[in-house]
């Protein structure tokens, strides 16, 4: 399993960038959750985790874990990360295993 942080910089929060993480999570067959003070989503349970990632709260100022498990967990991880540092509203903090 893998896994890494991320720390959101923007001021609107993070809800509108739910539905592309949903989309990129899908075209893996690793597990992919989203987790943020002691809550966990499956990204892998569309529509459904869109609003379940949403309703995390995730704020400004806060930090959060994406972690991958499976086959091409590091294929995953590394697609996450990149568009979520193309947007230009996080920051990666570190990769752990």
Do not use: W
């Not at 704020?59 to 498990?69: P, Y």
């Not at 590091?74 to 990666?92: C, E, G």
């Amino acid at each position: 399993m893998l896994e890494k942080n991320f720390y959101v910089t923007i001021e609107t929060g993070f809800a509108r960038h739910a539905a592309g993480l949903v989309s990129i999570a899908g075209s893996f067959s690793s597990s992919i959750n989203i987790l943020y003070k002691g809550q966990s989503v499956n990204l892998k349970n569309a529509p459904e985790c869109i609003m379940q990632v949403m309703n995390l709260g995730i704020s400004t100022h806060s930090c959060f874990i994406v972690t991958a498990d499976g086959t091409d967990e590091a294929q995953a991880i590394t697609a996450i990360a990149d568009h979520l540092l193309s947007l230009n509203t996080m920051h990666a903090i570190t990769y752990k295993k």
